[in-house]
């Protein structure tokens, strides 16, 4: 019989379930996908030979995150990591391109580039810091408070209508927007803008990696580790109520608060039940994948070394494409996400192909193929990439939810991100990891700190599950 059951295996599952197996613990995982990973799947979606990354595919929470730094992820895998973390592009083949370098970014941001230096090089100064406080959990002191309090005050500037004070120019201010957008909701607000000063930092302090041959290798490190030391991973295995489990001490849900509600039915207490269902969740994905016969003829060259390209113009284009969002609306000029992954890893597509990864936000539970918009977005700043384009498939926010019932109506984000849903996670609590059932634990991104392949919300809990059922202190996670 197992010590510890974890039901989902989604990074946060797999954080969880490393952490218990790494304790000494027998731990049985149950998945009801038919491979492992949640967020974390690579999968040939098309053709054959070319591997698209079904949901996450750059990975800089991951090389930050404390939990993947002890499980020592970089040593565990390979991490492309292309020296220009970011851009966007604007019209007339202007680019603005946020580089590892500060000094190389701020060189070419013309007369922004001091202004774009005195705001980010106090974070990237202390980016150990700055991710301490927005990786791991906000509800407490953090280990360095002068990077909170700088992080603070920028999120309070950049996140408000004084977000153009410091800037005369348009290129940084669309870098800065086109990583903001990152995080689904209104612009300017403060969660998007905590979001892309903690993404801006992560770029210029370790640089923004893609792990090569897609994220399931994340995924495969984790699924290794928790088999070498004598847990198992069974897939097709969805668990509908805590009834279905083994008689385990632990439990540890990787899930959803409506799916938590629904697995443990009345024996939770009414108060926590109705918090469970108040929990509010926010926009979403339609995910657009493609094949192409060549790489993205980017207008602005520089692009074609980019790793990820925010795809939506100026930063007041990319905002109101995201007011939009916010207001229930599809925009006809979305702010797309784009990563080119086989631009750095040959193994993503045969020799003379390339795939495309990218999504756009939509309302929730929308139905709507967002293919056309995105490609009309990308032909915009690369004149000739709709000639490319050998196949196309599209996962709507509906379809999306379909494939994860994590992604309520299409929410990647496992919970809305705005200043209550970074604090309710699902509620307003230091442990909120822990349930009011004994020994059950909330494990997904619905916990803190959030979303982002972090596995933090899975460490989290496993560090609590660890302590209070088997008085057992935190393993070494290191290969
Ligand atoms: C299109 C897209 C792009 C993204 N891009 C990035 C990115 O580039 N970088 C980044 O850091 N993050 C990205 N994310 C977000 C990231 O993928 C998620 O935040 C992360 O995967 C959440 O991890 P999790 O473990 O909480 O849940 P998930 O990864 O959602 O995993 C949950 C797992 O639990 C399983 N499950 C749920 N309920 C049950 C049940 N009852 N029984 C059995 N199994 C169950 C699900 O099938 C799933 O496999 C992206 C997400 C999407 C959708």
Redesign the pocket.
Known sequence: MPDVAV?????????AAVTMARAGLKVQV????AT?????RTSELMQPGHLH??????????LASPFFQDFELARRIDLITPELSFASPLDGGRAALAYRSLDRTAAGLGRDGPAYRRLMAPLVARAAGVADFTLNQLLRIPHDPVAAVLFGLRTLEQGSAAWNARFRDDLAPALLTGVAAHSVGALPSLAPAGAGLMLGTLAHAQGWPIPVGG?ASIASAMVRDIEAHGGTVETG????SLAELPAVRATLL???PP?LLR?AGDSLPAGYRRSLASYRFGNA?C?VDFILAGPVPWQAAELADAGTVHVGGTRAEMAEAENQVAAGKHPDRPYV?V?QPSRFDDSRAPQGRHILWT?CHVPAGSTVDMAEAVTAQLERFAPGFRDLVVQVQVTTAAG?AEY????VGGD???GLMDLRGLVQRPVVSPVPWRTPLPGVYL????TPPG????GM??FHAAKYALKDIFGLPLPRLGL
């Open positions: 039901v989902g295996s989604g990074p946060n599952g797999l954080a149950f998945e009801e996908a492992p990973g949640g967020g974390l990354d079904i949901c996450s595919a750059v990975q800089p929470m991951a994220s295995r969805r668990i509908d990787d899930i959803a799916a697995l994905a995910k996400l990563s999504y999306l994860n019932q994590n992604y990647f984000a496992a494990c997904s991104s619905s979303p982002g392949v972090t919300p899975g």
